[in-house]
C-alpha cells in the first residue's frame, strides 16, 4: 500500500516530506476501509485526491470505483482532501 507521506529526492541525495503528512497507518484504518482502497489502486491517496481535485463528489468518485460513498468520504475526512 501507499505511505501516506511522499518523499522527493533532491539531486544531492537529501529527501523532503511532500504532500499531506502521515495521519494514520493504513494498517491502522477499518477493515472495510482497507478492502476500499484496493479498488483506489496502488497509490489510493494520490488516486482519491486527483478525483477530489477535478470536483467530483464523494458519490460520483463511490460511483466510479463501485465503492460506498461513506468510504469515499471517511477516506477523505481521514485524509483531510477537501
Not at 541525495?13 to 479498488?39: F, H, V, W, Y
Not at 477530489?52 to 468518485?61: F, K, P, Q, R, Y
Amino acid at each position: 500500500m501507499e505511505n501516506l507521506v511522499e518523499q522527493v529526492r533532491h539531486a544531492d541525495g537529501a529527501a523532503k516530506a511532500i504532500c499531506q503528512p502521515m495521519r494514520a497507518s493504513i494498517d491502522d484504518l477499518p477493515e472495510r476501509l482497507r478492502n476500499d482502497l484496493t479498488a483506489l489502486g496502488p497509490l489510493p491517496m494520490r488516486t482519491l485526491t486527483a478525483f477530489v481535485d477535478l470536483g467530483l463528489s464523494d458519490a460520483e468518485i463511490a460511483r466510479y470505483f463501485d465503492l460506498p460513498a461513506a468510504s469515499i468520504a471517511k477516506l477523505r475526512a481521514i485524509w483531510q482532501l477537501r
